[in-house]
């Protein structure tokens, strides 16, 4: 399956610490086919970048525990809230160490 996740980053304080590049992310649902995840995140379908998600991941995983992802394709927001839509891009520097947004 194809999980949909989509993700802004934030700055946060917590007891008086700063932290830059905080995840805020959000698995929208999923695809059984890649091309059908691929047409919901550039359609934005069903809205699924709420005026606020930067990002959105497309990643696959079969059956298992502690499931690694097989496949991932990232994409970016461009554009304004009413015209923009997501482009494939390369995944995010802050995010490069992070991996099964979709299923945590």
Not at 23 to 45: F, Q, S, W
């Amino acid at each position: 399956m194809y999980f949909i996740t989509v993700l802004s980053l934030r700055t946060e304080t917590h007891h008086g610490k700063t932290f830059k590049d905080v995840p805020h992310c959000r698995c929208m649902g999923y695809r059984i086919k890649l091309e059908d995840a691929i047409g919901t995140v550039k359609t934005n379908a069903a809205d699924i970048h709420e005026c606020s998600f930067t990002y959105a991941v497309i990643e696959k995983y079969g059956e298992g525990m502690y499931a690694d992802p097989e496949e991932i394709q990232w994409y970016i927001w461009e554009g304004d809230d009413e015209t923009g839509g997501y482009k494939e891009c390369e995944r995010p520097e802050p995010l490069k160490k992070i991996i099964s947004f979709g299923i945590g």
